[in-house]
């Protein structure tokens, strides 16, 4: 247990109409009832909230009017005794009240202090926490929902059976080792040994598959609109984000700087990137010009292609092409209001496999196409119940592949017919690495860097 008493603004900075202080530690009580005028806060119920008004104590000065809510170890956050005071949320109001409470006791918490005591004093174990900070950033529903599973525990049980496992059979070894006269005990260790690190095996690879799913529904599946300038880019853009963002007019060259939204499509969280057109100016498209989309490109785990309906193709759309050959690409035939002039065999012959969607964005028509378009793409076909446990997490992932990689080498030397003591160890580096997931075998220095991520007040 910490023995200090922290406290920080746990509410955004800026003006609101309430702003709360948080304290936590063994002090926290009656810190605030030193500096409470109203009722004797160690006196109340926990977590109960009482109104009163804050004076520093030295000068009897009045320092705010607030709502100051107790709750005591252990049933709180942090599982440490926790006052929360409400007060105005100005910010001369609010960072008043941190002083009074840090000039009478309290320390001043760093980023994520909060949660990494809830961490410290067994709450919740390394990825729930983690996923308490993912929470925070969620830029879309389903990244909020993969989130919240995690901080329900979902993931962390799941690493933790396939610990269990582990060590079932690295404890079968060891009555082995301690009984080597059985022969039958050692037939059944390596059978046991075996079936299980296949098992775990198996496990892992499937949580690694929902990674990939996983990190896109966190961050969004990062969309470039690409396409020679005028085509309707930005067009294409307000009209998925169902808002005016981005600047449209009939100059073509309207859009200068990359443009960035996070929009839900038929649930798949996009975060599309409005670029601005290639231009035609002769040695800006060469290398500028391409230069920079091929970067917006290289980066975009999907591009949406928009091609004019009634112009012809160019070099510049050639050229367009040729770079998002190998990338997930759609095709956005807009303007089809327009006379035709594009040629459509030659567009359907340059597209290769990608789909071909046709749009006028101006009379709104074709946009349920390529939304579903999207939503094939994303889900490949099959959607998911949202009841999956997905792996979202880099350093996870990061995790899951090394275990992954322990138990090969545990199998391979199990083919091998090696002594089960040498599988051994590649099994207990398998659970030790996994242990590192939840939070169970991490050092000092990884969990302060970690917990240094989150927010101030958190
Ligand atoms: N005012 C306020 N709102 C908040 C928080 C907070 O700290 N303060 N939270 C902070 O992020 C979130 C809520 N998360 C919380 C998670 C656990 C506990 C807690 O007390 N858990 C106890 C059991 C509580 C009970 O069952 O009565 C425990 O697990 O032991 C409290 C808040 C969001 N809203
Ligand atoms: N006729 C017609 N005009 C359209 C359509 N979609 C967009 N436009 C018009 O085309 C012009 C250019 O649209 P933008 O969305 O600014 O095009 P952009 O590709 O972002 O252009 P840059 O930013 O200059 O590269 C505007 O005048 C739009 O109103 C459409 O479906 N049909
Ligand atoms: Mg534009």
Redesign the pocket.
Same mark, same amino acid.
């Given at each position: 247990m910490e023995t200090d008493t922290i406290s920080a603004i746990s509410t955004p900075m800026g003006e609101g109409a309430i702003a709360?202080v948080r304290l936590s530690g063994p002090e926290a009580v009656e810190i605030a009832s030193g500096i409470f005028k109203g009722k004797d806060l160690n006196e109340v119920d926990s977590h109960t909230i009482h109104y009163g008004k804050l004076v520093d104590p030295r000068t009897d000065e009045l320092v705010e009017e607030v709502m100051v809510s107790v709750m005591r170890a252990?049933?709180?956050?942090t *599982?440490e005794d926790i006052v929360?005071i409400n007060c105005h949320g100005g910010m001369v109001s609010v960072n008043r009240v941190l002083e009074l409470v840090l000039g009478n006791g309290a320390r001043m918490a760093e980023p994520g202090e909060f949660t990494k005591r809830a961490f410290m004093n067994g *709450?919740i174990d390394l990825s729930q926490a983690e996923a308490?900070m993912d929470l925070i950033r969620a830029k879309t529903d389903r990244a909020m929902n993969v989130a919240m599973k995690q901080i329900d525990g979902r993931l962390s049980k799941m690493i933790q059976d396939l610990r269990q496992d582990l060590l079932q059979s690295l404890a079968s070894v060891e009555v082995n080792i301690d009984y080597p006269e059985y022969d039958d005990v050692e037939e059944m260790t390596n059978e046991l040994m075996l079936t299980n690190t296949k098992k775990v095996h198996a496990e892992i690879e499937r949580l690694l598959q929902t990674a990939q799913q996983g990190k896109i529904l966190r961050e969004g599946l990062g969309t470039a609109i690409v396409g020679r300038p005028n085509v309707g880019k930005s067009s294409l853009m307000n009209t998925l984000v169902h808002e005016n963002k981005a600047i449209v007019t009939d100059v073509p060259g309207t859009t200068r700087d990359v443009i960035e939204e996070y929009v839900n499509v038929r649930g798949v969280p996009l975060r599309l990137i409005d670029t601005a057109g290639i231009r035609e100016t002769e040695d800006l498209v060469e290398k500028i010009g391409v230069e920079r989309s091929r970067q917006v490109l290289k980066e975009a785990d999907l591009i949406l292609l928009v091609m004019n309906y009634g112009d012809e193709i160019t070099e510049e759309d050639e050229k367009l092409f040729e770079i998002v050959r190998d990338l997930d690409t759609i095709i956005i035939l807009n303007k089809t209001d327009l006379q035709k002039k594009i040629n459509t065999e030659r567009l359907r012959e340059i597209a290769g496999d990608a789909p071909i969607v046709s749009t006028s964005l101006i009379k709104e028509e074709g946009i349920d196409e390529l939304e579903d378009s999207i939503k094939d793409i994303f889900f490949e076909g099959e959607l998911d119940t949202g009841d999956m446990t997905y792996v979202s997490n880099v350093r996870h992932i990061q995790l899951l592949n090394q275990a992954k990689s322990a138990l090969e080498d545990a199998m391979n030397s199990m083919e091998m017919g090696m002594p089960i003591d040498l599988v051994q160890i590649d099994v207990t580096r398998t659970w030790e690495i996994l242990g590192e997931i939840v939070g169970d075998t991490v050092g000092d220095s990884l969990i302060d860097q970690l917990f240094s991520q989150f927010c101030l007040g958190k």
């Open positions: 709360i252990p049933k709180t956050f *599982r929360e *709450r308490v």
